[in-house]
């Protein structure tokens, strides 16, 4: 029996074994035989996957050496699934030995790596075409989606007037980081044209005039050309938009005009839109009791923006009446309005207005605050008291004055008094004055509330230490519930930028015990914190990888910043040579350790032109051989600028460039060459140029400039930077044009080469460079030419600059500059050539002169001769003049062009028509108009002793003939001097404001 | 001769466990992933489950035919999505004591605590997963009472429609709280349905053809 007994054993096992082959089968429950087993291996199949085998043993429920359970089974498909990594999950067992072997069955998840485009017929342009395909960067991607794609892609295409392109696609895949890139081959085909226009739908207005307002036919400007244009989908909708506006200037505000269709002729490449029309009713609306220009009323009655007339429109616009009023003075204005159809297919809507009296806002008062002075309250105010002569009657609505009570208590909220009141009055017939008008703002500010303990829960030591110098609510500070939104946006986002993109925040509050004291508590959740694993940059044609990679902030082993990974998107924009940089994370949503960072790169067009035409109206005139208005005349220069730049030189991002200008007084040529981030330092920029000018833009001469320099700019700080630049120059006069006595020419006007080396220093802490309110912006400019350059006038020089704004009032800024030169020559020529001297006054400098005429002149011809020295101080009254955009300006100017710097003086008297180093003073008054490019700026000056000098009218060849050492009754009559005088009342017009 | 025929018995066993083992050498499928519903999976194996347990709990037997399977994974979509929106919303929930008074009558069908376990056994099912199937079941009604029933309103027309059109016996005022819970009943069905057509929209739903062949 002994002997039987293994057998026995052996096949109980076996039978066991008939049982668990048939937990295969559903009925029987799956896995049932296996379950309890020892893991003894797990293999994946294929055997490498893109997670890394640690972090799979980190991420699965199933380890070699544990028992096998159904529920971990089920649990590792989805943390597996959860990754994104993968599309599909099986897991196999077989039996080894007494245990179990698992085999992990996956196949891989791809994602959009990058879509490119090759024959793109702009319209439609890359970027529509792209989110046509909805082909997100670093999503998955599925085969399936193409069909739909392509379906988007012809639909825009076709939209373009583009019926016969075909698109096919390729697919790229790359296994190892599970992109696919996908690479769209377009072959546009001819655009298609429109062949005429089908109306439909009830309108009273004759055809011929809607296709007009089409614009689908040819034409050029309001001319129109025979045949019809091609089609596109601007073209098409703007085609759409300008016939509702031209039924909405005929008052027919609810005209619907909508594209029915588009007939498309297959044989012809010719498309027909129908569109249909209904041009609702004749919809007039007027004023009862003021006058209110139809411009205005379009403004301030929504019904025309929105193309409808219901009441809740017809409502706002009663309030926007109202403000209106108010705004203009009429705080007690009533509006109402009626609604009737007096015949039919006519609406006829009145606004009644009851104006009442003008009133003016002449006194704000704020009581009961302790906590805030009046002036931080006042900063936040909307309601302003009347002032000349930008607001006459003040600035007051109703709609304004509770705003601003609401500003008020956002104010005293947000710094802990929860229980604040704040009551806003409007006082009528204030102190006693009829017409006047006063607000008062009543604040009961009631305690504090100040923060007693705070907890911070759910973040590490480190991380909390750090978290407390930046949020608002720490320990003793107010208490509000701005302050804790505030706190949960930093903490948020600091964690978002240290790789936690699950992080989120809670609060609670509980009650000291003391009044006005309470405990905070913030709970921080982190979440799974992730990894950069890779970067992966796409796109590059001509760049070089080193370019890109150099400036990406993130690096592999880096928690995910959403911040850095955006300031490298910003720093690779400002390369200047990628038309579009996208960003994203491959599989944003899988919970996986570590994720690739994606940098899809789109180059932009390598070339770029520029063109630009203007002129320049001044006192630029005057005789070009005579020497006539030496002091110069009115004169018109038009001009024109052309340029052309090669980007991304050598797939370097460096820039090489050419501008070119030419008017009437001067041609312009310079090439240069642009390294940004020279050798890799973000602040460094290296620029090699050459220059040829040729300029009349002083009258003494006209000057030939041709210089080559190198300059190497760095930035120390945001506001303070330096600039190292070598230049060499060579400046010739011509000679025919010098305006001078004959015996200073060999002195002053051969030609020179110049190596100058030099230094600037910009300290900028100006609020804005366009329109400064407050701040300093301070330069210095030193240089020295030297022998050892190569010089032939060896000299060193200094330009100091300093300028300070001052708000006196929100709107009113005192602004002042002071500026000074000094060229001192060092050995070489004899006296610094003409054109290195300073020449300057106009309207950067010295409004008194026109521009390049202040200082020295010649004695014999009354030109400007330039000096070695300047000195200029300006002082602006800047204030609001009409509204928001036109501002007026009250300056000073006082100052010169100095012969040398020993000879600055602030003498106010010219001693003698010889005597040019005394301190010129002009006052007066500009305009300026606000425009995004900076104000428009229109200045008058009258200066009381603006210069008087001895000029000479005659020609060259008659200057010839003086001779200013024999008397003048030996000299030809011509050669008498004629006094002159620089005019006491110039007027500048240019573009910014004067410093 | 008895021993050399026990041998022979054992020898044809062990051949014919051989032979069902089999599969083994070459794997069994433990689970895969049949559907995803966002990144939500439902395995083969919970189909396979809810199978049985519905039929369990119908008193019927188990059919794991392709369309059957397909049944429950359209029951789990829908329970997911149920489900997922509940705790979105923070909809009260019922907990696993409710449960026992609708476990009670299935358990009342068995003779025995011995039989009701001895069916468990033989459907491949534990008591705690027919108590979690009938909790998802609780869930779902609970969620769709408190979501959809309040919104539902019978007017006094479609009861009269109804009782016209069943043309009942019963007068119109006799029949009307009955009618009126059975439209009511129909309608909140219908807004679920129309919420878990919108829900479904909103989500990537895909199945893995070779679970349902």
């Given at each position: 029996m002994k002997n039987v007994r293994p057998p026995v054993l052996m096949v109980l096992p076996l039978l066991l074994g008939v049982v668990a082959a048939s937990a295969q089968n559903p009925a029987g429950g799956g896995s049932e035989a296996l379950e309890g087993r020892m893991i003894g291996r797990i293999d994946f199949s294929p055997p490498d996957q893109p997670l890394p085998r640690p972090e799979l043993d980190r991420l699965l429920p199933l380890h070699v050496g544990s028992r096998l359970r159904q529920d971990d089974v089920r649990q590792a498909l989805q943390k597996l699934f959860d990754t994104g990594r993968f599309s599909d999950v099986s897991i196999d067992?077989?039996?080894?030995?007494?245990?179990?072997?698992?085999?992990?069955?996956?196949?891989?998840?791809?994602?959009?790596?990058?879509?490119?485009?090759?024959?793109?017929?702009?319209?439609?342009?890359?970027?529509?075409?792209?989110?046509?395909?909805?082909?997100e960067l670093g999503m998955p991607f599925v085969e399936s989606q193409m069909p739909q794609a392509l379906t988007n892609l012809q639909e825009r295409l076709h939209a373009n007037g583009l019926y016969r392109a075909t698109v096919h696609y390729v697919l790229e895949r790359n296994p190892v980081t599970e992109e696919v890139?996908?690479?769209?081959?377009?072959?546009?085909?001819?655009?298609?044209?429109?062949?005429?226009?089908?109306?439909?739908?009830?309108?009273?207005?004759?055809?011929?005039?809607?296709?007009?307002?089409?614009?689908?036919?040819?034409?050029?400007g309001p001319i129109q050309l025979p045949g019809w244009s091609q089609v596109t989908e601007e073209r098409l909708q703007s085609g759409l938009e300008r016939v509702r506006r031209d039924f909405q200037n005929q008052d027919r505000l609810e005209a619907k005009v909508t594209l029915e269709g588009l007939e498309y002729h297959d044989k012809t490449n010719t498309v027909t839109p129908t569109l249909m029309i209904d041009n609702g009713p004749l919809i007039q609306v007027s004023t009862i009791g003021a006058k209110v220009s139809q411009g205005r009323l379009r403004q301030l009655i929504p019904i025309f923006q929105e193309r409808a007339v219901d009441r809740g429109l017809l409502l706002e616009g009663n309030r926007n009446l109202v403000d209106y009023f108010q705004s203009q003075g009429y705080f007690d204005a009533t509006v109402d309005f009626n609604e009737e159809s007096p015949i039919p297919g006519v609406e006829q809507i009145d606004y009644q207005v009851t104006r009442n009296a003008r009133h003016r806002l002449v006194g704000i008062e704020i009581t009961g605050n302790r906590f805030f002075d009046i002036?931080?309250?006042?900063?936040?105010?909307?309601?302003?008291?009347?002032?000349?002569?930008?607001?006459?009657?003040?600035?007051?609505?109703?709609?304004?004055?509770?705003?601003?009570?609401?500003?008020?208590?956002?104010?005293?909220?947000s710094n802990g008094f929860r229980d604040v009141q704040v009551a806003a009055t409007t006082l009528d017939d204030y102190l006693g004055r009829e017409a006047n008008l006063g607000v008062r703002y009543e604040i009961e500010e009631g305690r504090q509330s100040i923060v007693n303990q705070l907890e911070i829960e759910g973040v590490s030591p480190g991380d909390e230490a750090y978290l407390r110098t930046i949020i608002r609510s720490s320990e003793e500070q107010p208490f509000s519930e701005a302050s804790i939104a505030a706190d949960r946006d930093a903490i948020l986002a600091y964690f978002f930028n240290n790789g936690y993109s699950e992080a989120s925040f809670d609060w609670s509050q509980t009650s000291s015990g003391i009044a006005n004291r309470e405990n905070l508590h913030y709970t921080v959740r982190l979440g799974q914190r992730e990894y950069v694993r890779d970067l992966l940059v796409r796109g590059l044609e001509t760049t070089r990888s080193s370019v890109v990679l150099s400036r990406i902030l993130i690096h592999p082993g880096d928690p995910v910043s959403q911040s850095l990974i955006g300031e490298t998107q910003q720093k690779l924009y400002d390369l200047g040579i990628f038309s579009k940089v996208q960003t994203a994370l491959q599989n944003p949503d899988g919970k996986e350790e570590s994720k690739?960072?994606?940098?899809?790169?789109?180059?932009?067009?390598?070339?770029?032109?520029?063109?630009?035409?203007?002129?320049?109206?001044?006192?630029?005139?005057?005789?070009?051989?005579?020497?006539?208005?030496?002091?110069?005349?009115?004169?018109?220069?038009?001009?024109?600028?052309?340029?052309?730049?090669?980007?991304?030189?050598?797939?370097?991002?460096?820039?090489?460039?050419?501008?070119?200008?030419?008017?009437?007084?001067?041609?312009?040529?310079?090439?240069?060459?642009?390294?940004?981030?020279?050798?890799?330092?973000?602040?460094?920029?290296?620029?090699?140029?050459?220059?040829?000018?040729?300029?009349?833009?002083?009258?003494?001469?006209?000057?030939?400039?041709?210089?080559?320099?190198?300059?190497?700019?760095?930035?120390?700080?945001?506001?303070?930077?330096?600039?190292?630049?070598?230049?060499?120059?060579?400046?010739?006069?011509?000679?025919?044009?010098?305006?001078?006595?004959?015996?200073?020419?060999?002195?002053?006007?051969?030609?020179?080469?110049?190596?100058?080396?030099?230094?600037?220093?910009?300290?900028d802490r100006r609020d804005s460079p366009t329109e400064s309110h407050r701040g300093v912006y301070n330069t210095v400019d030193v240089g020295i030419a030297l022998p050892q350059?190569?010089?032939?006038?060896?000299?060193?020089?200094?330009?100091?600059?300093?300028?300070?704004?001052?708000?006196?009032?929100?709107?009113?800024?005192?602004?002042?500059?002071?500026?000074?030169?000094?060229?001192?020559?060092?050995?070489?020529?004899?006296?610094?050539?003409?054109?290195?001297?300073?020449?300057?006054?106009?309207?950067?400098?010295?409004?008194?002169?026109?521009?390049?005429?202040?200082?020295p002149r010649d004695l014999e011809t009354g030109f400007p001769l330039g000096g070695n020295s300047f000195l200029f101080h300006s002082t602006e009254l800047r204030f609001p003049l009409f509204g928001e955009n036109i501002g007026g300006v009250l300056f000073h100017d006082m100052g010169n062009v100095y012969s040398s710097v020993d000879q600055i003086s602030f003498r106010f008297h010219q001693d003698s028509y010889q005597d040019f180093n005394y301190m010129v003073q002009a006052l007066g008054v500009g305009i300026r108009y606000k425009t995004p490019v900076g104000p428009v700026r229109l200045d008058f000056s009258y200066s009381p002793n603006s210069p008087r000098f001895v000029g000479f009218s005659g020609t060259r060849d008659q200057l010839l003939m003086c001779n200013p050492n024999v008397p003048p009754n030996q000299n030809p009559s011509y050669c008498v001097g004629v006094p002159q005088r620089i005019s006491s009342f110039q007027f500048h017009f240019s573009l910014g404001q004067t410093f | 001769m008895r021993m050399p025929l026990l041998i022979a018995v054992m020898e044809c066993l062990a051949t014919l466990s051989a032979l069902s083992?089999?599969?083994?050498?070459?794997?069994?499928?433990?689970?895969?992933?049949?559907?995803?519903?966002?990144?939500?999976?439902?395995?083969?194996?919970?189909?396979?489950?809810?199978?049985?347990?519905?039929?369990?709990?119908d008193g019927k037997q188990p059919d794991f035919s392709a369309l059957q399977k397909r049944n429950a994974a359209a029951r789990l979509i829908d329970q997911y999505l149920v489900l997922e929106d509940a705790v979105l919303t923070r909809t009260p929930m019922p907990s696993a004591a409710d449960v026992a008074p609708i476990l009670s009558p299935i358990r009342a069908r068995y003779a025995s605590d011995q039989g009701y376990r001895s069916a468990l056994a033989q459907a491949h099912i534990?008591?705690?997963?027919?108590?979690?199937?009938?909790?998802?079941?609780?869930?779902m009604l609970r969620y769709t009472d408190l979501r959809f029933r309040p919104q539902v309103e019978v007017s006094e027309d479609a009861l009269h429609a109804y009782h016209d059109k069943l043309a009942a016996p019963q007068s119109f005022e006799a029949s009307r709280n009955d009618i009126e819970k059975l439209l009511t009943d129909q309608q909140t069905m219908q807004a679920l349905d129309r919420w878990l057509a919108m829900a479904r929209g909103e989500k990537p739903i895909v199945y893995h053809e070779d679970v349902f062949q």
């Open positions: 067992a077989e039996p080894l030995g007494d245990g179990v072997a698992l085999r992990i069955s996956t196949e891989l998840t791809y994602f959009v790596g990058g879509v490119s485009f090759e024959g793109v017929a702009d319209p439609p342009n890359r970027n529509q075409l792209l989110t046509a395909t909805k082909l890139g996908l690479h769209f081959q377009l072959d546009a085909g001819p655009r298609a044209h429109f062949d005429g226009v089908h109306l439909t739908g009830t309108f009273e207005r004759l055809p011929g005039k809607i296709i007009r307002a089409t614009r689908y036919r040819r034409s050029f002036d931080t309250i006042r900063e936040r105010l909307s309601v302003r008291r009347a002032s000349w002569p930008g607001f006459r009657y003040g600035r007051y609505s109703r709609k304004l004055r509770d705003g601003d009570r609401t500003s008020i208590l956002d104010l005293y909220r690739y960072v994606l940098f899809q790169l789109d180059e932009a067009a390598r070339y770029s032109f520029n063109i630009g035409v203007g002129a320049e109206l001044a006192k630029i005139g005057g005789g070009v051989t005579t020497f006539d208005a030496p002091a110069g005349a009115t004169g018109f220069s038009p001009r024109i600028t052309a340029g052309i730049s090669r980007l991304n030189f050598r797939g370097l991002a460096h820039t090489v460039s050419l501008q070119t200008l030419a008017s009437t007084v001067e041609q312009r040529a310079i090439a240069s060459y642009l390294v940004r981030e020279f050798r890799g330092h973000p602040n460094l920029t290296l620029t090699i140029s050459s220059l040829f000018d040729r300029s009349k833009d002083i009258r003494t001469f006209a000057s030939q400039r041709a210089e080559g320099a190198v300059q190497l700019a760095q930035k120390l700080t945001r506001a303070n930077s330096l600039q190292y630049r070598f230049s060499y120059r060579r400046v010739s006069i011509e000679q025919n044009s010098l305006k001078i006595s004959p015996e200073l020419v060999p002195l002053l006007s051969q030609p020179v080469r110049v190596g100058l080396f030099s230094m600037s220093y910009i300290q350059f190569a010089s032939q006038t060896d000299y060193s020089r200094i330009v100091l600059r300093n300028s300070t704004y001052h708000p006196l009032s929100r709107e009113v800024v005192l602004a002042r500059t002071l500026q000074f030169g000094y060229v001192q020559r060092l050995g070489g020529l004899a006296e610094i050539p003409l054109g290195e001297r300073f020449f300057a006054g106009g309207s950067a400098s010295q409004r008194a002169f026109p521009d390049n005429q202040a200082g | 083992t089999a599969p083994f050498a070459q794997g069994e499928t433990l689970d895969r992933i049949a559907v995803t519903v966002g990144r939500h999976v439902i395995s083969e194996h919970d189909i396979l489950q809810d199978i049985r347990l519905s039929t369990f709990i534990s008591d705690a997963d027919l108590s979690a199937q009938l909790l998802a079941g609780l869930r």
